[in-house]
């Protein structure tokens, strides 16, 4: 309720126009005053000013300057916007509603893009968000193929004119099945992935093409692959896609640092959660991983090794870590799992990069998860320490606008706290 | 020869009065605790979980009892002594929605024994007897301050069979570890589950009305059952020697229990109108529904909650992952706990082997958001909330869940305020033993952590 005040406040001052348009054309600016900064970078926190002008933060410092606007952050934390990672959001509304989930397919086991079917009016974005989520990496789940699904990127703006970037990460996952070997889910990811260097330029760019190409080849003949899974399998190895690979067990990490190098891949794990076991060899491969900090459950025989201690022994290490949360109704809670992680060994300002600046350089986000000049203003200003579970942001900004922080959720509890005289249905 | 007829005659007598006593009551607690230490805890922060802190105060305990909260308690040679300045004490964390030992960790589909799915009423199945002993969980939820947690059967069925109450204290038999005199609950589940499990069989239940049907079918074969029973019992002796006692029915057995009011009703139900008239359900009948567990829409009914006296187990913030958990609210715990000017029950509860590590975390979020929401509500009255609360609505307030002169020594140390999410249980006593500690590593450990990743030392290790 304050924060739709404040918000209600700088839409009467500056217009509609901060809040629904484009800044581009917006001369005033927005000055955040005597924050404490945690830029997102390896720095410890500093006491500063962020001055944002349109999208764009156009000055950190800790000197005073003059702002059109000026919001007093005196005593509060000042963070980057926090990036979800290994995603769902914008692909599923109601999690056991499959007719509101547009997260897997039939037909494409490798080139399976889930950006088209991104609703920027899911309820996921404003409640996420409105909990320090300012962007996200959606991915599809489980496809046919042990590599494939492609995963975009989203600004969570909410705007039906999507900001984002298309399929810019694969997907992939190994483990223990009920139905078959992970030595063949080795032997088919091997043979895709020679298949794929196989692949030149010339021949993709015609349908009929690369129908040729599918025909000659065994694995891509079997695998029953369409031209897009093809197209995505040369752009794995000839863009650099990231690829995100889901593992937990040590050896399958181990396998997994092997691909990486025959392939020269650029490889994330997700999961991980035996990691502590190789954690020198996952550093001097330089592979990020994307962890639950708050899991230590021996979920599974391939998770044995949980330990509620491992985040804190992997930046040790000297790997890079990021977050993920099981449930994309609730992803905001990386960040308590990010408050139990230094809680348990971690340090905090690596915590907090984790939400921020590592998966932004990790991913290639460009101009994000940082506050620095020239970045786009993902911003947010905390009621307290984001990493209590207790916190929520007072301000949200996402390229520069000042997002309202009304939910269906808050306006559902106003709807029950409020005009109580009233039958309920005929309140707000 | 007459008198030897008469004597064996009486021998059977009394072998059959024994025998039925001994039915009465199968599968007793076992429950022993660890050595006990008579210690005074100085100088602590306290929430004493009946919405009471206490500063810089010490707590003393004997003979697995609390005896004493006050400033400055002697010192005597007979007790240990724990300086705990700057430390937070509670008592040990209850969680009322547990399913540690019936899905296990690993979740593989061997020892995945929660929801008896064959048949839409099971109330002659009791979660104890699916309980894995050896499930490695229990521990986790030790370091998160847990020291009785109550399990549930799964939420597949209308009525799925009887939930017992533990001590988290792991032991190698489900007897040795029942809480003593903890009564048996009854886990009923409204609203998708059901509905979808017998649905997808072309059975009923395919719909809620057909849940609705299903419950108050049971209960009228409950109801018979028992006027047989009662009709029985008042009977003269002669009149019982010449007719038959009704035959058992485990099924029955469990439903009359309920009637009678000694087994609690823990009733799964998501939304608002769903409670609703399953608080109808209960009065046609004339049994009482002790809580609702996950309701997500309890926040629409908080006051029809309290005017009946019912709990409501929830979430701090799940939500969305079925259509009748979409309404959430974040101060849906709050709302509950202040319907009718704080006449509420709201207990947090995890439902889920992490969250029960964590339910310090889950209650600070609820009471963030009650704040927020505009309520005026103490971390000393949110404390209550995973305390004793969850012990009322499990039976076992009497014996624990606030600290209480004369009541159980289940007491928690935290490194910090226990809101916090930065806090660690350090320390924690089971009936005034030490269960848990920290710094020394002392701990019990699952046989499943034994030597399973290398053989010389233990899973975590």
Redesign the interface.
């Known amino acids: ?2 924060n739709k005040k404040i918000h209600q406040y700088i839409t009467a001052i500056f217009g509609y126009a901060l809040i629904t348009l484009s800044t581009t054309v917006f001369a005033e600016t927005i000055l955040i005053k005597n924050a404490t900064i945690y830029d997102g970078n390896t720095n410890k926190p500093y006491e500063g000013n962020v001055l944002i002008d349109g999208k764009i933060i156009k000055k950190v410092s800790p000197n005073d300057m003059q702002g059109d606007f000026i919001i007093d952050a005196s005593g509060k934390i000042v963070t980057p916007g926090f990036i979800a990672t290994d995603t769902n959001i914008g692909i599923v ?5 499959s007719v509101t989930r547009d997260d897997s397919s039939e037909i494409y086991k490798i080139g399976f893009s889930i950006y088209d079917a991104f609703n920027p009016n899911s ?2 974005i404003p409640w996420n968000r409105s909990n320090g989520i300012t962007s996200a990496l959606t991915i599809p789940q489980n496809t046919a193929s042990p590599i494939g699904g492609l995963g975009s990127f989203f600004v969570l703006d909410g705007e039906l004119d999507i900001t984002g970037e298309k399929d810019m990460v694969m997907t992939g996952r190994v483990g223990g099945s009920s139905n078959h070997s992970r030595s063949e889910t080795y032997a088919v990811i091997d043979d895709l992935l020679s298949f794929a260097k196989s692949l030149n330029q010339k021949d993709l760019s015609k349908d009929a093409d690369i129908s040729e190409v599918i025909d000659n080849s065994t694995i891509a003949e079997f695998m029953e692959l369409h031209p897009r899974d093809v197209r995505a399998l040369f752009k794995l190895l000839n863009n650099d896609l990231p690829l995100v690979m889901k593992a937990h067990r040590a050896s399958d990490l181990l396998k997994l640092v092997e691909i990486k190098k025959k392939y020269n891949l650029n490889l994330i794990i997700m999961g991980a959660q035996e990691a502590n ?1 190789v954690k020198d060899v996952i550093a001097k491969n330089d592979i990020p991983l994307i962890i639950n900090p ?8 391939d ?6 201690k491992m985040a804190g022994m992997l930046e040790k290490a000297d790997i890079e870590l990021m977050f993920t949360a099981p ?1 994309s ?2 992803f905001h ?1 990386i960040r ?1 799992g990010a ?2 992680a ?3 060994g971690m340090s905090y300002e690596t915590a907090i990069r984790g939400l921020s600046a590592t998966p932004a350089k990790v991913f290639g986000l460009e101009k994000r998860g940082e506050i620095k000049q020239g970045n786009f203003a993902d911003i947010i200003i905390w009621d307290a320490d984001p ?6 942001p007072e301000y949200v900004f996402i390229n520069g606008q000042s997002i309202d922080l009304t939910t269906r ?1 808050s306006r ?2 106003d709807r ?2 409020s005009d109580p005289e009233k039958p ?1 249905t005929y309140r707000n | 020869m007459t008198n030897l007829i008469k004597y064996l005659q009486l021998s059977i007598l009394v072998f059959l009065c024994f025998n039925i006593e001994l039915s009465a009551k199968p599968f007793e607690s076992t429950y022993e605790p660890l050595p006990p230490i008579n210690l005074l805890i100085q100088n602590a922060n306290i929430y004493d979980g009946e919405g009471n802190e206490f500063q810089q105060t010490d707590l003393l305990i004997q003979d697995r009892k609390i005896i004493a909260i006050g400033k400055d308690l002697p010192v005597s040679d007979s007790f240990q002594v724990i300086d705990a300045t700057g430390k937070w004490i509670t008592p040990g964390i209850i969680d009322i929605h547990s399913h540690m030992g019936v899905y296990p960790a690993p979740g593989v589909s061997t020892s995945s024994d929660g929801n008896e799915a064959t048949s839409p009423v099971t109330a002659d199945v009791w979660a104890e007897h699916s309980m894995w002993v050896q499930d490695p969980q229990y521990t986790l939820a030790l370091s998160g301050g847990v020291t009785a947690f109550h399990v549930l059967p799964g939420s597949a069925n209308l009525i799925g069979g009887r939930g017992v109450t533990v001590k988290n204290l792991q032991r190698n038999t489900i007897n040795s570890m029942k809480f003593p005199d903890a009564p048996h609950s009854l886990k009923m589940a409204c609203g998708e589950n059901p509905k979808r499990v017998y649905g997808n069989r072309q059975q009923a239940p395919s719909t809620r009305m057909g849940n609705i049907a299903g419950y108050r079918k049971a209960w009228i074969e409950a109801e018979s059952y028992l006027n047989r029973l009662n009709e029985y019992e008042s009977k003269s002796e002669d009149a019982k020697e010449m007719g038959y006692k009704p035959t058992r029915d485990l099924e029955l057995d469990t439903l009359a229990g309920v009637l009678k009011g000694e087994i609690l009703v823990h009733n799964h139900c998501y939304r608002a109108d769903e409670m609703a008239s399953m608080i109808d359900v209960a009065k046609e009948f004339g049994y009482k529904i002790t809580a609702f567990h996950h309701g997500v829409e309890a926040y629409k009914i908080a006051d029809l909650l309290a005017d009946n006296g019912i709990c409501g187990a929830l979430w701090a913030d799940w939500w969305g992952f079925k259509h009748e958990a979409y309404d959430m609210v974040q101060a849906n715990i709050a709302i509950v706990d202040q319907a009718r000017n704080g006449t509420g029950c709201a207990i947090v509860h995890s439902d889920d082997a992490i969250g029960i590590q964590h339910l310090n975390q889950e209650a600070s979020k609820a009471l963030a958001a009650g704040l927020r929401a505009g309520f005026e509500i103490t971390k000393a009255r949110a404390m209550n909330w995973i305390t004793s609360n969850p012990a009322k609505a499990a039976g076992i307030y009497d014996q624990t869940g606030s600290l209480k002169v004369g009541k159980n020594a289940d007491v928690v140390i935290w490194s910090k305020n226990p809101f916090s999410v930065y806090a660690l249980a350090e320390t924690v006593f089971i009936d005034g033993a030490l269960a848990y500690d920290r710094a020394t590593n002392f701990y019990p450990s699952s046989d499943f952590d034994v030597g399973i990743i290398k053989p010389s030392k233990n899973r975590t290790e």
Do not use: D
């Open positions: 309720m304050f509304e109601i999690g056991a509603l309820t996921l076991l708050i899991n230590n459950i021996p979920g599974s025989f998770e044995l090794a949980s330990n509620i449930r109704h609730n809670l308590q408050g139990v230094v809680a348990n990493l209590e579970p207790s916190s929520m959720s559902l509890r029950y706290t309920n």
